[in-house]
């Protein structure tokens, strides 16, 4: 899960709870409106632009949560591990153990090996490398900057001592 928050230093906490009404509420939008773009890049991220989907699971998976804490707002985007498990491999790298691949639910496996079709009641896998395809970190990166703006604007437009 990737969290962008507004939240931290006491002057930064006095500086919120003086704001109106009005700005907590034009800073909440900008707040959501960042994790909704955020949202997006991931997903998209997550259909071609790092990985390419296979079966959407991963893409499914992510979830938006905006929180509003009186002296501090954030918003997450993330997936729960259980829903897709491979997503912090493929968002880190890492490496899989050598394992034993066995037909469950039919009488053999079938693949194709240097052109042939070959048929086993199990084969061994030898392990993976799997290299970092970073959905999440790169869409907050690629965001940053506009987001970072986006939040001053709506912050600055309460300016005062």
């Not at 034993?100 to 052109?115: C, D, E, P, R, V």
């Amino acid at each position: 899960m990737i969290t962008l928050a507004l939240s931290g230093a006491d002057a930064v906490a006095a500086r919120m709870q003086s704001f109106s009404a009005r700005a907590q509420a034009r800073l909440g939008g900008v707040m959501a409106r960042l994790g909704v773009a955020l949202l997006d890049q991931v997903r998209a991220n997550l259909e071609g632009g790092k990985l390419q989907a296979r079966s959407g699971r991963l893409a499914a998976a992510q979830e938006m949560q905006l929180t509003d804490g009186g002296t501090s707002q954030s918003v997450s985007v993330g997936f729960d591990p259980a829903d897709a498990p491979y997503g912090a491999i493929q968002e880190f790298g890492g490496t899989t153990r050598a394992h034993l691949i066995a037909a469950k639910n039919a009488f053999a496996l079938s693949f194709s090996l240097h052109g042939q079709l070959v048929f086993a009641k199990r084969v061994q896998h030898p392990g993976s490398v799997i290299p970092a395809h970073s959905f999440l970190r790169d869409a907050l990166a690629d965001m940053a900057d506009a987001g970072a703006a986006e939040i001053a604007g709506a912050v600055s437009a309460e300016a005062g001592p």
